[in-house]
């Protein structure tokens, strides 16, 4: 199988007796100018027209931490996620960058991969590479051509596209993730949301 036919991507949990993250390793760079929360993002967000209306940009729904998640182990519980072993985050901040964070079982170190986001046509952000980037990169691949995320209500979950094939097998949803259980049994993870990153309202 393929990168792209399986599209690992990250698997989240909830324990009973709640996250002992201990491993709080997010999106990082620049804390100072992450945001938790769209209802972190800054007033008058404008960056750049929307192609579709032609007004300036309100990029405030966006602005925020979002985990990936595997279709195949529920978000919070402790098990087998058949082949993905990884924990993925993705941020989008009010200053048109954004940022993964994607670590697996079989990783020393994690990746972080800066992006800027434009905005595009039919409600997608489209993302090129950031600080630092030699290439647009996206997960285990390095060298994509097209990369874009839309926003799709009310839940404020995330799609990408990257080079026209989306992300299968996985739910992207608000919220950063943390490890709780990083194959400590080998095969067998769990993920959960970090401290104070749960919503307070899930949305159904």
Known sequence: MTFRSITPILLVLVSTVGCQCADTDLVEPNTEASSSSADESSSGVDDGIDASTGEPFDASHWIGRYHFENVFLPFGERGDPLGDFSLINFEIRPDSRATMFYDDCHFEEPIVIAYEWDPSEDGWLSLRPGEGESSLRFMADPDVEMLRVRLIQPCRELEFDYDGSGVAFTVIRP??????????????????????????????
């Open 175 to 204: 919220g950063a993730s943390c490890w709780v259980d990083k194959c400590t049994t080998p095969g067998i993870i769990q993920v959960d949301y970090c401290e104070g990153e749960e919503p307070t309202e899930p949305c159904e």
